[in-house]
């Protein structure tokens, strides 16, 4: 199902690095920034995508889960180069409060940069999509991409997402701005649907689309919606889209289940998009309209249902792929084992003795 080239690497038995399993010392060496940043920085892991580093620990999921299942045998040159790599990039962090967060600030005006929280949270992810690659590269070579590519891809995707909404935030990116009233009807129809036949969401009529601009009227009072296209999960589509693209670059099958797998994983995020935007409306319709609750939950809505929906889902189609590899396996140790035996309608061979 996948490739060979991410079961043993560099052949041989493997050697144990300071006493640890390479794949584990590996795994550690590769996700020690974002440890060094839970500690040193606790507060600002917030799983909001542009509110903080919240997304590290889905990157380090991430990593961790593609090099556990590996069989590696890493010469210690390579680990000591990725442990110089690492120090740099702790460095970056333990620079970032004594002088180089306020000089990352300073230097958005000059490149016309929009948002200031994204610019700056955008220079962590790029640090650790370099630091992550870089690290990859040395340690397994051209074909890193085949064997563990899903943590340093998710970093990139994210460092894109957060440099978008820096340059072009709210509605002034128009591709991407499209798909919202497309998902605000959406909504719409749905809260009517559940206020004519299923409970009361309160007083007239509970939602109204246009635009994108959606006003509520719910059980206590009006409440209205800007939406852009960050808050629409168009960041999570292309999250999904790169992440998805690297992780069946790595499975042996056939092309067409692939676009399959990836057409229906399309079809998944969309809908939890979609659903993400219905319960901050039934959110805000049913519980209540102060803005800094609903600003608590939305920024936790997005991260809370995608990230296990993606999780979920990849791991759905390794499940699929396992039993059918399997089962084509022992199909095909049924077909030797059968060609192997003498044919039943074969001419038996007897002895015959003299009389």
Same mark, same amino acid.
């Given at each position: 199902?996948?490739?060979?080239?991410?079961?043993?690497?560099?052949?041989?038995?493997?050697?144990?690095?300071?006493?640890?399993?390479?794949?584990?010392?590996?795994?550690?060496?590769?996700?020690?920034?974002?440890?060094?940043?839970?500690?040193?920085?606790?507060?600002?892991?917030?799983?909001?995508?542009?509110?903080?580093?919240?997304?590290?620990?889905?990157?380090?999921?991430?990593?961790?889960?593609?090099?556990?299942?590996?069989?590696?045998?890493?010469?210690?040159?390579?680990?000591?180069?990725?442990?110089?790599?690492?120090?740099?990039?702790?460095?970056?962090? #333990?620079?970032?409060?004594?002088?180089?967060?306020?000089?990352?600030?300073?230097?958005?005006?000059?490149?016309?940069?929009?948002?200031?929280?994204?610019?700056?949270?955008?220079?962590?992810?790029?640090?650790?999509?370099?630091?992550?690659?870089?690290?990859?590269?040395?340690?397994?070579?051209?074909?890193?991409?085949?064997?563990?590519?899903?943590?340093?891809?998710?970093?990139?995707?994210?460092?894109?997402?957060?440099?978008?909404?820096?340059?072009?935030?709210?509605?002034?990116?128009?591709?991407?701005?499209?798909?919202?009233?497309?998902?605000?009807?959406?909504?719409?129809? +749905?809260?009517?649907?559940?206020?004519?036949? #299923?409970?009361?969401?309160?007083?007239?009529?509970?939602?109204?689309?246009?635009?994108?601009?959606?006003?509520?009227?719910?059980?206590?009072?009006?409440?209205?919606?800007?939406?852009?296209?960050?808050?629409?999960?168009?960041?999570?589509?292309?999250?999904?889209?790169?992440?998805?693209?690297?992780?069946?670059?790595?499975?042996?099958?056939?092309?067409?289940?692939?676009?399959?797998?990836?057409?229906?994983?399309?079809?998944?995020?969309?809908?939890?998009?979609?659903?993400?935007?219905?319960?901050?409306?039934?959110?805000?319709? #049913?519980?209540?309209?102060? +803005?800094?609750?609903?600003?608590?939950?939305?920024?936790?809505?997005?991260?809370?249902?995608?990230?296990?929906?993606?999780?979920?889902?990849?791991?759905? +189609?390794?499940?699929?792929?396992?039993?059918?590899?399997?089962?084509?396996?022992?199909?095909?140790?049924?077909?030797?084992?059968?060609?192997?035996?003498?044919?039943?309608?074969?001419?038996?061979?007897?002895?015959?003795?003299?009389?």
């Amino acid at each position: 199902m996948f490739d060979r080239s991410k079961r043993v690497l560099s052949g041989g038995k493997s050697n144990q690095i300071f006493g640890l399993s390479p794949n584990i010392a590996v795994m550690l060496v590769l996700v020690a920034p974002i440890l060094f940043s839970i500690i040193a920085y606790p507060s600002t892991f917030n799983l909001s995508w542009n509110e903080g580093r919240g997304g590290f620990l889905f990157a380090l999921a991430f990593i961790s889960a593609e090099i556990w299942g590996l069989q590696l045998n890493i010469h210690r040159k390579k680990y000591f180069v990725v442990i110089c790599l690492s120090v740099l990039t702790v460095g970056y962090f #333990i620079a970032l409060p004594l002088g180089l967060r306020d000089s990352i600030v300073s230097a958005a005006p000059f490149y016309k940069v929009q948002l200031i929280y994204s610019w700056t949270w955008m220079w962590d992810f790029v640090i650790m999509a370099i630091y992550v690659l870089s690290s990859q590269i040395v340690l397994f070579g051209k074909n890193w991409y085949k064997i563990a590519s899903a943590g340093a891809i998710y970093l990139a995707g994210s460092a894109l997402i957060l440099s978008l909404d820096a340059f072009f935030p709210y509605d002034s990116l128009g591709p991407l701005q499209i798909i919202v009233q497309t998902y605000l009807q959406i909504d719409q129809w +749905v809260i009517r649907l559940i206020d004519n036949h #299923i409970m009361s969401l309160g007083p007239g009529v509970p939602a109204t689309a246009k635009g994108n601009l959606l006003v509520l009227n719910g059980l206590h009072g009006h409440f209205a919606l800007k939406v852009f296209w960050p808050s629409a999960g168009v960041h999570s589509m292309i999250i999904y889209s790169l992440v998805m693209l690297a992780f069946l670059l790595k499975m042996d099958i056939p092309i067409r289940r692939k676009l399959v797998y990836f057409g229906l994983g399309v079809i998944g995020t969309a809908s939890v998009n979609v659903i993400r935007i219905l319960s901050l409306s039934l959110f805000a319709l #049913i519980i209540t309209t102060n +803005v800094a609750e609903w600003e608590t939950f939305h920024s936790l809505a997005g991260e809370i249902m995608f990230l296990p929906w993606l999780g979920i889902y990849l791991a759905s +189609v390794v499940s699929i792929e396992g039993k059918r590899a399997k089962n084509e396996a022992q199909l095909r140790n049924t077909s030797a084992i059968s060609a192997a035996s003498p044919s039943d309608d074969a001419p038996s061979k007897r002895s015959t003795g003299s009389q």
